[in-house]
């Protein structure tokens, strides 16, 4: 999968999630939007892990990182 498609993917499942499309991109942080919490950070690590079928590592569940080190995690073999 293509980086712009994979982001593109992240995004998407973001914006199902939290309701709304992220403000700065990848480079959206918790706090740049409403309502990203902790809830929405399990919802939003779980949400990634069953669109990609993949398992994350539980350090994405900690609150914190941007969407782009999702994509980064997912670029990985």
Same mark, same amino acid.
């Given at each position: ?7 593109? @993917? =992240? &995004?998407? &499942?973001?914006?199902? =999630?939290?309701?709304?499309? +992220? =403000? ?8 740049d939007a409403q309502g990203w919490d +902790?809830?929405?950070? &399990? @919802? ?5 892990? %069953?669109?990609?079928? @993949?398992?994350?590592? @539980?350090?994405l569940m900690l609150i914190g990182p941007?969407?782009?080190?999702? =994509?980064?995690?997912?670029? %990985?073999?």
């Amino acid at each position: 999968m293509e980086d712009q498609d994979l982001a593109e @993917r =992240v &995004v998407s &499942v973001y914006t199902q =999630v939290m309701g709304g499309a +992220s =403000v700065n991109g990848l480079d959206t942080l918790p706090e740049d939007a409403q309502g990203w919490d +902790s809830l929405a950070q &399990v @919802r939003l690590f779980t949400a990634i892990e %069953r669109d990609f079928a @993949r398992e994350l590592p @539980r350090h994405l569940m900690l609150i914190g990182p941007s969407l782009a080190a999702f =994509v980064t995690e997912l670029k %990985r073999p």
